[in-house]
């Protein structure tokens, strides 16, 4: 059996991957804001280094892998629209560089992070908000989105899930990443029912953006998965994910409802 991280332990996707690990026998180190056995706030800088530090005194320097489950959906405000990048994307990268070494002590450790399907469904996304995250500017980031007004926040959600996805793409090919046994991989998963998503549809005009998008069926469908080994990262990491064209998404629309699905 082996010792898992897992941030968003306290809920939604997270909480329920700590419990299926728990069951299979493994150990888990929850991080959240709280509820969890690290406690620690990941939209800043000193939680961010708290979750990371915590994990690897509490697994003794190993781990066999981590799922990267914690995130903020597009709500409205200021100070959200500043927690939305620092916790979908430096949530995520910070912890996971610092846990590197514990991962690799493993020889073959697993990582998953939890993305989004927002990452090639979100027309309209600003490119420089994707490049001044991955250059890990918080500050032009939020700067980058601000114009686009009350529809700011879903600009910053796609931006920081197409970057924490770029991010993993970049860097599970590397020798420090694939070469020393840690296989990174990320999940882009569509509207899940978690408090996260019911937050979104307590609020109507949000409520109405989430159904407008077509679900034709339960979990995979159409996908393509890559089980390559990382060719596909490897030569194209920023190649996907790419969000459509702004006439995309609204003619896809149109053609999903004429064809009489639901």
């Not at 514990?102 to 992070?113: D, G, Q, S, W």
């Not at 996805?165 to 296989?183: C, N, Y």
Request: aromatic fraction near 6%; glycine fraction near 10%.
């Amino acid at each position: 059996m082996g010792t898992y991280a897992v941030t968003g332990s306290a809920s939604g996707m997270g909480h329920e991957t700590a419990l299926r690990l728990k069951a299979d026998g493994h150990t888990v180190i929850g991080v959240d804001i709280k509820d969890a056995d690290i406690v620690a706030d990941l939209s800043t800088p000193h939680g961010r280094k708290q979750a990371a530090d915590g994990v690897v005194a509490a697994s003794g320097g190993r781990l066999d892998g981590a799922v990267l489950a914690a995130g903020l959906g597009p709500s409205p405000g200021r100070e959200r629209l500043r927690q939305i990048g620092q916790v979908n994307y430096f949530g995520v990268v910070e912890p996971l560089v610092a846990w590197r070494p514990a991962l690799a002590a493993a020889e073959c450790a697993k990582v998953v992070v939890v993305a989004s399907n927002s990452s090639t469904t979100v027309p309209l996304v600003p490119r420089r908000t994707v490049k001044a995250l991955l250059a890990h500017d918080g500050d032009k980031a939020l700067r980058s989105v601000r114009p686009f007004g009350p529809a700011a926040p879903t600009m910053m959600y796609a931006a920081s899930k197409i970057a924490v996805s770029r991010w993993v793409r970049r860097h599970a090919v590397l020798p420090e990443w694939a070469g020393s046994g840690v296989r990174l991989n990320a999940l882009a998963p569509g509207a899940i029912m978690t408090p996260l998503l019911q937050e979104q549809l307590a609020t109507p005009r949000q409520a109405k953006a989430v159904r407008s998008f077509p679900v034709p069926a339960e979990f995979l469908c159409g996908s393509v998965v890559f089980v390559d080994g990382g060719t596909d990262a490897y030569f194209r990491a920023d190649d996907w994910p790419k969000a459509p064209p702004a006439h995309g998404l609204p003619g896809y629309l149109r053609r999903f409802r004429r064809s009489g699905s639901q």
